[in-house]
């Protein structure tokens, strides 16, 4: 059986978790729990480095012995793990016992492998940075990374030869392209390595707090030198031979850009003079930037961005964490683009999609569906592509494209409920076909949900209980349960909604109060809250259907706006039939099509890429503006607008027909 070791960075206890380090955390979550939905034996270690001169000095301003405020800040640690739903499977501190046993073994297999050597060293050290700083990285003789003036050591250190591992290391690259990850990374390490290394000092002189020299209790080792061990003694290195040779080496290291040096050149030449084979792979992912900027309403106080798993629980921010910032790659957090993105996906997108299914399904079949009565519609296809594309994209740790990808099939299974339109099959009796649908709609959620689990374990475990699904969350196995099936009969619940629409610092009618010539008949104020199981009764079509959402009530419009009739007959509303449709090159958002409005086809320009494919537009019927003088987007002549409801963060929504009038109808 397969098995996966990965560990994260270990982390200084100087300052509690902040947005960065939850930002690998969470990555790496992801990556082990996938790992485990793929069946594959999985040990996953996080921790705390505390052998730090920082560490030490915190500790004695708050009159604390070392020990007793790292356990303390291990608490702390751990509860925000805990509230992030981090699931390690081991969590190691630098003090134990046990990795004080590794560092030992491998500091002696390292100098008796004649790799250390005594000399002076002689030079500026920054405790901030727990670096030796050569003078030419000084700035007018002050760290560049904390601009205060670095100690000044004179002591006997002891040296490792890490000059003599350059060839070996170059040659590992060369051998290992995907050792280190992403390429630009490696590109950086790899100008490093021609130009040549120097060997470093990895003692500290006349200290205490750190891992004695088993040949010189008069110094301890390097606190950089004894972070890095830490992976190796977390699986028993040094103590428990069984354990090391089962899980090492360690399948990934996933670190943070900044320290890739110490991962890809220092590591590997301490493992290769210890005669240890080296880890897998090194993945150096990229910063995240938190834009603390304004605040809304219904974030209320909440200032950390970490703090939003209190509000919301952990998943939103773990899917905003993977979905919205390329892996690998520098991302920002704003709570206005958390807001937004919370709406569009989770409200509105696959929150609102679980409720309406539910609710029709208790409607039309008492919440219980049989067995699929025959062949699956389109979704089985966009299913097994989707399964595919994500798969590819986590093998290779593109978590934004796997996460992006799930949503594309979420996107599929509204657009299904759009076009099959279940509550016109159950208005004409057509009960076959609408069980089908019905089974269809629940199969793609169903299959979301698997794929999701990684990054929202407690949602997507709650969306599988609503769909029927009774083993728990990690007997799933995405081989067997990401599979299409039809084949079971299903009980379907109904719940409370999963993400509640949050209201944004703009509030809807006060921004149309404050800019009514901006106003058109695509952003009206129209906010439709999401459909739930126990909204009250409306028309099918308007409950259910994407085609008609409810008018916003009169006293949305202040009484002042009103326009004479006069007014409104000067807009050319008519119907229109989607002849052909195509994505504008370069645009996310807009396509193109032709219309059948009654006269000659005519070229529209809409804003509706993000809610529509263009193949499920052809054929449909729509309303448009057909007397507005014609503008220009993307270099392409618009004759007219297309309506389309746009609720307030979410995505636009055709307006439609239950049995579409013949093109050019009048509408009014
Ligand atoms: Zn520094």
């Known amino acids: 059986m397969s098995r996966f070791y990965l560990t994260t960075a270990i982390d200084y206890v100087n300052s509690r978790p902040h947005l960065g380090t939850a930002y690998e955390k969470i990555t790496a979550d992801v990556i082990a729990r996938y790992k485990r939905l793929c069946g594959v034996r999985t040990h996953f270690v996080m921790g705390n480095d505390e052998h730090s001169q920082n560490v030490y000095r915190r500790a004695r301003e708050q009159g604390l012995e070392p020990l007793a405020y790292c356990d303390q800040m291990e608490r702390e640690f751990r509860d925000v793990w805990a509230r992030l739903n981090v699931s390690f499977d081991d969590f190691i501190r630098t003090t134990e016992d046990r990795h004080r046993a590794g560092v030992s073994a491998m500091v002696q297999r390292i100098a008796d492998r004649g790799d250390l050597y005594d000399a002076f060293y002689e030079g500026s050290y920054c405790v901030s940075c727990e670096a030796f700083k050569p003078e030419k990285d000084l700035v007018d003789g002050l760290c560049p990374v904390h601009g205060t003036k670095p100690e000044w050591i004179k002591e006997k250190n002891h040296f490792f030869r890490l000059s003599k591992y350059r060839d070996a290391l170059l040659e590992h690259y060369d051998r290992h392209p995907e050792f280190l990850l992403p390429d630009v990374r490696r590109n950086e390490i790899l100008r490093l390595l021609e130009a040549g290394l120097d060997d470093i000092s990895i003692s500290r002189a006349g200290q205490l707090w750190g891992v004695p020299l088993p040949f010189d209790q008069s110094s301890v080792v390097y606190v950089w030198f004894d972070a890095l061990i830490n992976y190796a003694s977390a699986v028993g290195y040094g103590r428990d031979e069984a354990a090391f040779r089962e899980w090492w080496p360690a399948d990934l290291h996933i670190i943070g850009k900044d320290i890739t040096r110490f991962h890809c050149v220092i590591w590997p030449a301490m493992l290769m003079s210890a005669g240890l084979p080296l880890p897998g792979q090194v993945f150096g992912h990229g910063f995240v930037y938190f834009k603390g900027q304004k ?3 219904s974030l209320g106080t909440v200032l950390d961005p970490l703090d939003a798993a209190a509000k919301f629980g952990p998943d939103p921010l773990r899917l905003y964490l993977v979905k919205e910032i390329p892996y690998g790659q520098d991302g920002d957090f704003s709570w206005e683009r ?61 978590l934004h494209e796997a996460a992006f990808a799930v949503f594309g099939l979420v996107d599929a299974a509204n657009e299904y409920i759009a076009e099959t339109e279940p509550w016109t099959l159950s208005r004409q ?26 990054v929202m374990p407690a949602s997507c475990a709650e969306i599988l209980r609503r769909m029927g699904e009774d083993r728990a969350a990690d007997e799933l196995r995405l081989d067997r349960d990401a599979a299409w099936s039809g084949a079971r009969e299903r009980v379907i619940t109904k719940g409370d909604p999963l993400w509640p629409r949050l209201e944004t610092a703009a509030a809807v009618t006060d921004e149309a109060a404050s800019r009514p010539e901006e106003k058109t008949m695509t952003d009206q104020p129209a906010a439709r809250p999401p459909v739930t199981a126990d909204a009250p009764p409306a028309p ?24 004479p009739i006069d007014d409104f007959v000067k807009i050319d509303l008519r119907v229109a039939k989607i002849l052909a449709a195509e994505k504008v090159k370069g645009s996310r958002k807009l396509i193109k099509m032709q219309v059948d409005a009654g006269a000659e086809p005519r070229t529209l320009v809409a804003g509706i890429a993000e809610a529509y494919e263009p193949d499920a537009l052809v054929g449909r019927s729509v309303v448009i503006v057909a007397n507005l003088k014609p503008a220009k987007l993307m270099g392409i002549e618009s004759n007219g607008m297309v309506l389309a409801a746009s609720p307030e963060g979410g995505l636009p929504v055709l307006l439609g027909f239950d049995n579409p009038p013949p093109p050019g109808s009048r509408v009014k």
């Open 338 to 398: 958390f807001e937004e993105r919370y709406n569009v996906d989770l409200a509105n997108n696959l929150g609102n999609l679980v409720n309406r299914l539910a609710a029709m399904t208790d409607r039309y079949r008492q919440g219980s569906l049989p067995p699929s009565p025959g062949a699956p519609g389109r979704l089985a296809g966009v299913a097994e592509d989707v399964v595919r594309r994500y798969r590819a994209a986590m093998e290779t740790y593109a």
């Open 429 to 454: 009796g057509n009960q076959e076909r609408l069980t089908q649908v019905l089974s269809d709609v629940v199969e793609a959620v169903r299959i979301a949900a698997v794929l999701l689990l990684p």
């Open 295 to 297: 605040m809304s309403k």
């Open 540 to 563: 099918p079509a308007a409950a259910e259907g994407l085609a008609a959402p409810p008018a916003p009530p009169a006293a949305a419009v202040p009484t002042d706006e009103r326009i």
